[in-house]
């Protein structure tokens, strides 16, 4: 197989973001060559040149860092309705065979997209009539080996294929007020683990989170592996993010600084950022907020070989001062009845 097709199905409420960390997960872990993009809300499909199904590990390791890929696809056939209907389909179990996998069982999802009534149950019979005829796998409702799924955008545009389904990402039970020590400007947990996967950082790289508050994004960076530092000036704040990251289950490195970010007092050579940077009222330097953004551009943006964070204000001027890439710019509502930029940067 020469190239690949990809339909992750993502939450809604950021969706344009959400598509921008898609495409750029793809690029970090690898898939360079993306020849093709298409939204068909809430779907993102994309066409990867010289890609294979041996990728498949890579794909699932980047759907489980997301933070809104709620499910992918992997087609295998895409056609009219009419020959679903009919039979006149196939599904090539064997190609997932002969990637190691041992199937006894399966299950079937349809989703329909489209405005179109579908019958169901029909779909489900051909489907099942075809497998049965090349293989002695099971229906498996609860626990299957596999779930064969069926993609429908249209008459002429549905995608048959392999389902993984990520996961609950427990967001909800993450959120700020769940955890032993939070702040009112705590950052939603979906946003965390969003700047981190716009920073670009590479499952073995290091992110740092220069005003890291109660260890929002150091939690999630932990959640998925990522190694991090995080600094945070106060101490009751930074006391409180060893506190919320004492029992967290860990299969990567996570130090607290309590300090000034913007003091010079280390040298790292290699490094992303991912950070919500203070401002107004929760900043002891609320008249000189703007020079504090000045002061962390030069300090980390200037510096990282990518980076994501907030800004209350824009700050493309700051940015251009350096030979820094701005990939990306958005307006996301973060807090109630607050409005901020989000920036997404490459080092050159």
Not at 210 to 224: K, M, N
Request: charged share 20%; hydrophobic share 40%.
């Amino acid at each position: 197989m020469n190239s690949l097709k990809i339909i992750c199905h993502l939450s809604q409420e950021y969706f344009d973001i959400f598509k921008e960390e898609s495409i750029l997960l793809f690029e970090t872990f690898g898939f360079n060559k993306i020849t093709g993009v298409t939204v068909e809300k809430p779907l993102l499909i994309l066409d990867l040149k010289n890609s294979s199904l041996k990728y498949l590990t890579k794909i699932l390791r980047l759907a489980h860092r997301s933070s809104s890929i709620k499910r992918i696809l992997i087609p295998y056939w895409h056609g009219n309705i009419d020959d679903l209907y009919k039979g006149n389909f196939d599904i090539d179990i064997s190609k997932v065979i002969d990637l190691g996998i041992t199937i006894n069982s399966f299950a079937i999802h349809i989703h329909n997209y489209s405005n179109m009534h579908i019958d169901r149950d029909r779909l489900i019979d051909e489907m099942y009539n075809k497998i049965s005829n090349v293989s002695d796998v099971t229906v498996d409702l609860n626990n299957p080996d596999i779930i064969l799924a069926l993609y429908i955008l249209g008459r002429n545009k549905n995608y048959l294929g392999i389902e993984y389904h990520t996961g609950r990402k427990g967001y909800a039970q993450r959120r700020p007020s769940k955890k032993p020590v939070f702040t009112p400007f705590s950052l939603d947990p979906k946003l965390s683990r969003l700047l981190i996967n716009l920073s670009g950082v590479p499952d073995n790289g290091l992110i740092i989170d220069p005003f890291c508050g109660v260890a929002g994004i150091p939690y999630e960076a932990s959640l998925i592996g990522i190694n991090s530092i995080c600094i945070e000036l106060k101490w009751k704040w930074a006391s409180g993010a060893m506190i919320n990251l004492k029992n967290l289950l860990k299969n990567s490195y996570v130090d607290i600084i309590c300090g000034d970010s913007l003091s010079g007092f280390f040298n790292i050579r290699e490094f992303y950022v991912a950070t919500d940077p203070p401002y107004g009222r929760i900043t002891s330097l609320s008249d000189n907020v703007y020079k504090l953004y000045q002061g962390f551009i030069e300090s980390y943006i200037s510096r990282a070989k990518g980076s994501a964070f907030f800004s209350p204000f824009p700050l493309e001027k700051e940015i251009d001062k350096y030979d820094v890439n701005l990939i990306k710019s958005f307006k996301i509502a973060v807090h109630k009845n607050l409005t901020r930029y989000l920036y997404v940067i490459r080092g050159t």
